[in-house]
């Protein structure tokens, strides 16, 4: 029989033996199988600051992994080699929960990240990576699209401490076409993440001719500064001609500075540009005074003044999650 799938927006009646829009949730003998559980594609360790998180434990490792798999299909897609990849067609090796928090440890890192396609498509892995974790005295990331359904969310993120979720635009006809998506199940992962106490940090990447319109930029930071409050950091990075969208540039540097403008015109106390190395703009100041706290290069960390989640300068709380 047909069985359909709720974890994400798109709702997919799968017939058996066959498979959802993610590639990797099968009809198998009338249950709903992620073929992917346990056979990470890739696996690395990385800098925190590569996800971007920026004000979630500076510096430190993070254990990042991913399976093959997405329930988007967005045209401009980074990763879409493993993306939007069948679950037969690359390799994987096997990796059970345990043995991933167990690897982190050993490799000195503090939390695990899912990351590089969707944690939503391997929704279950993810899920009980995040247990074990918990039990190893790890935290857990997600880096996603956002676009999941509200119980699933609220049930993984009873064992998420953060977040970068990616608001891809604030248009949904862009969602529409460029990513085969709609955009309110978006903004409401967003609020429902940060209402689930989830620490969120949001990155828009911003794509010549396709979203980056003063009007696009001013309307999204609007909808950010009202819905998950100016002291939510927003990433604004850099495209490159990838997949589908080789015939677009990559994002001038001035078109990024040009967006962190209009981000702090409309109040936003921590803004970023990322994929692009900027003088000023990977750096962290303090909202109330301006003194610079985090300096970064890259996803390297040059100093970091932030004592105690504040200000040493005034004593202004700098939002994030530090030790």
């Known amino acids: 029989m047909d069985l359909q799938c709720d974890l994400c927006p798109k709702g997919c009646v799968i017939g058996p033996g066959q498979r959802g829009e993610c590639r990797i949730r099968f009809n198998m003998d009338g249950r709903l199988v992620a073929a992917t559980y346990g056979h990470p594609c890739a696996v690395h360790v990385d800098p925190v600051e590569k ?13 990042s992994l991913a399976t093959v798999g997405c329930n988007l299909h967005c045209k401009n897609c980074q990763n879409w080699e493993i993306s939007q990849a069948n679950p037969e067609d690359l390799e994987a090796k096997a990796l059970s929960p345990v043995e991933a928090a167990q690897l ?29 974790a918990r039990k190893a005295g790890l935290k857990n990331v997600l880096v996603t699209a956002g676009y999941i359904n509200p119980e699933p969310l609220a049930r993984i993120g009873r064992v998420t401490d953060a ?18 998506a709609t955009l309110k199940p978006v903004q409401d992962a967003l609020v429902q993440s940060k209402e689930l106490g989830i620490w ?12 980056d319109s003063d009007a696009d930029l001013r309307d999204l930071c609007r909808w950010h500064a009202r819905n998950l409050g100016v002291d939510t ?36 106390q ?15 100041h303090c909202p109330a005074c301006g003194m610079l706290l985090i300096e970064r290069k890259g996803f390297s960390i040059l100093r970091n003044e932030v004592r105690n989640g ?4 005034c004593n202004a709380e700098i939002h994030g999650i530090w030790t």
């Open 51 to 63: 996800k971007p998180l920026f004000h979630f434990l500076p510096g430190t490792s993070i254990f």
């Open 104 to 132: 982190a440890v050993e490799n000195g890192c503090l939390s695990i990240a899912y990351t590089y396609t969707d944690p939503i498509a391997y929704y279950e892995y993810a899920y009980d990576c995040s247990l074990a």
């Open 163 to 180: 977040a970068n979720i990616d608001l891809k635009s604030i248009r949904d006809d862009f969602y529409r076409t460029i990513c085969g």
């Open 200 to 211: 969120v940090e949001v990155t828009n990447l911003v794509i010549p001719t396709l979203n």
């Open 233 to 268: 950091p927003l990433h604004f990075s850099r495209f490159f001609p990838q997949y589908q969208m080789q015939h677009l540039p990559p994002t001038p540097t001035e078109t990024l500075e040009r967006a962190r403008n209009i981000a702090r015109g409309e109040g936003m």
């Open 270 to 284: 921590y803004v970023y540009i990322g994929n692009v190395l900027s003088p000023s703009g990977e750096n962290t």
């Open 310 to 313: 504040r200000c040493p300068g």
